[in-house]
């Protein structure tokens, strides 16, 4: 498997093929569209993530020592924002994501191209999996 | 030809119209939320803080007396601008949400006891819904509220059963900020008038659409905000008739609004200053004289053709796309003002405005502070374009083209 880094550099890369932010978003939205489907019933209020104005369910699992991530979203562009970040992280170990400082994101400019609630969201989001490195590595 | 001459006259007003966001020309269609200002605001206020900037009441010197003479003659202008009978009824706020605020808080203190009832309606703004849930909360007052149909037009007809002799006040919008239909005030006055219940109306969107008249109408409190209106924000206005002012006590203490003061208690200054405690927004509270010049200019400008013509391609738009659903339809005598909120099937709100803003177009997405609303209709938000008479039929193209786009990408 590839570093993390290399895989965050690699986004960054693709990111910066597209000029304009509508093309951006298209890509985002090509994501979105393709994440594998979250099964409706484990859409419960503990999987939701607080901040953001469109509803956003994030769920992980430890298996043989990484960490696995599944999320939804009734927004398409924040369901692609979720996609990019579980193709990253998913499939690392709790400790390489603890290890991380997510400033991959920074660099594709994604924070500052969202509307302020939105951009909430995508904190809540890091939080999250932030939040599951450091509980899977107790 | 000479229509064409006023939309760019107005235009012309308002410099920020002018703006490039991510290289497209700004289509401004957030109005409702706030109003763009004109020049002239943006000048006054400049001048107030260069020539005139002093606290209001207090001082003898040149200073004071200018920005004093400023600041009450702007009273006096509200008035007129309202048809109110005295100027003592004019209280001068920081926007809608603390008038009401102001009412529900010294109004309950002096009318609302255990049991009894506050009627507000479906499609208020959260500004006229939690302060009476408050008062309700401190007082163990019910709340009740009047319905709107499918159409989002408000059930007055269910009024009358509402009332009942525990009913101490009506609180209603004039226009929702959601669905743009103009409530029969005079109707909702009259029911409640007949039981003896006053009303409160939330003006925040008539005042812009509208022209009040508040003794005409006969409403016993008309809450406003300047910022909708052109005009600078953190400035607001409540009307209360006389006699309600009179009998409530003040709401927040301290400044001008005491008598004297002494450890043994103190005596209130009477109204208005009864009610503007605290140093007043005296540099921003003369810029709803412009404001209001404007205003009565652009509710001319809304029914003239060019406007109209805008305002009617969004609504046929709107309403005749199968894609789309559009809340508040007009019925009847019902009339629509240019606020439009819609849902696109399959889509959600956030996507679209995402989008819109990246072409240029600034919308409202969510709940539009109207969660009850919301849920009324069964969505967790929608998309809200709102116009002003300096809005363009290009421009309105240019949206139709865009959320086709927009959806495109999306669906």
């Known amino acids: 498997m590839e570093s993390l880094k290399t895989v965050q550099n690699e986004v960054v890369e693709t990111f910066s093929m597209y ?13 979105g569209k393709n994440l594998e489907s979250y099964p409706e019933n484990e859409k419960t209020d503990d999987k939701l993530i607080k901040g953001c104005q469109s509803r956003v369910w994030l769920d992980w699992r430890l298996e043989d020592g990484k960490l696995h991530f599944r999320a939804d979203s009734d927004a398409i562009i ?61 | 030809m000479m229509i064409v001459m006023r939309t760019q006259e107005l235009r012309n007003l308002f410099p920020i119209l002018n703006t490039k966001v991510y290289g497209r020309n700004l289509v401004y269609f957030d109005n409702a939320a706030t109003s763009q200002r004109p020049q002239s605001v943006i000048d006054l206020m400049t001048s107030i803080a260069l020539n005139s900037n002093a606290n209001i009441h207090r001082a003898v010197h040149y200073l004071a007396n200018e920005a004093t003479v400023m600041y009450e003659s702007t009273r006096d202008a509200v008035k007129d601008f309202i048809g109110a009978s005295s100027r003592e009824e004019i209280v001068f706020t920081s926007g809608t949400t603390a008038s009401i605020n102001l009412v529900a808080y010294s109004f309950g203190e002096a009318f609302i006891g255990e049991g009894d009832e506050v009627i507000v309606s479906e499609a208020e703004h959260h500004s006229d819904i939690v302060p009476w849930q408050i008062v309700c909360q401190r007082k163990r007052a019910v709340l009740k509220v009047i319905p709107v149909d499918d159409n989002g037009v408000l059930q007055t007809d269910k009024l009358e059963g509402l009332i009942n002799d525990r009913t101490r ?49 006969d409403v016993d409190f008309y809450a406003f905000s300047g910022h909708k209106m052109y005009s600078a924000t953190g400035t607001g206005v409540l009307y209360g008739k006389r006699k309600w002012l009179d009998a409530m006590p003040p709401f927040m203490g301290g400044g001008e609004m005491i008598d004297t003061v002494k450890f043994s208690g103190t005596t209130f200054a009477p109204l208005p200053e009864k009610f503007e405690a605290g140093t007043q927004n005296f540099n921003a509270v003369p810029t709803l004289k412009e404001g209001m010049k404007l205003a009565e200019l652009m509710r001319e400008a809304e029914l003239e053709s060019q406007s109209a013509e805008a305002f009617s391609m969004m609504y046929d738009f709107l309403s005749g796309d199968e894609r789309i659903r559009l809340y508040g339809v007009p019925c009847g005598t019902t009339r629509k003002v240019p606020v439009f909120s819609f849902t696109v099937k399959g889509v959600h709100h956030e996507d679209l405005a995402l989008i819109l803003d990246k072409m240029g177009i600034a919308v409202r997405s969510g709940q539009m502070c109207a969660e009850p609303l919301m849920d009324r ?15 363009t039929a290009e421009e309105v193209e240019y949206f139709k083209k865009s959320l086709n786009k927009a959806i495109d990408m999306l669906a």
Not at chain 1, 19 to 31: A, G, M, N
Not at chain 1, 92 to 107: H, L, N, Q, W, Y
């Open chain 1, 19 to 31: 000029d304009e932010w509508l093309d951006k978003y298209e890509y985002l939205i090509e994501l």
């Open chain 1, 78 to 138: 924040t369901k692609g924002i979720i996609s990019l970040l579980i193709s990253v992280y998913s499939g690392r170990t709790p400790s390489e994501i603890a290890g991380d400082d997510f400033s991959f994101i920074e660099k594709i400019g994604l924070k500052e191209n969202l509307s302020p609630t939105r951009a909430n969201g995508l904190v809540s989001m890091i939080d999250t999996i932030r939040k599951a490195a450091a509980e899977s590595m107790q």
């Open chain 2, 169 to 217: 006040i009506v609180a209603v919008t004039h226009i929702s900020n959601v669905l743009g239909l103009v409530n029969p005030i005079e109707e909702i006055v009259r029911i409640s008038h007949s039981h003896g219940v006053p009303v409160l109306v939330d003006g925040a969107q008539g005042i812009v659409h509208q022209k009040v008249n508040v003794q005409k109408s």
């Open chain 2, 377 to 391: 209709f069964g969505v967790t938000g929608m998309l809200r374009v709102s116009l002003a008479p300096y809005n």
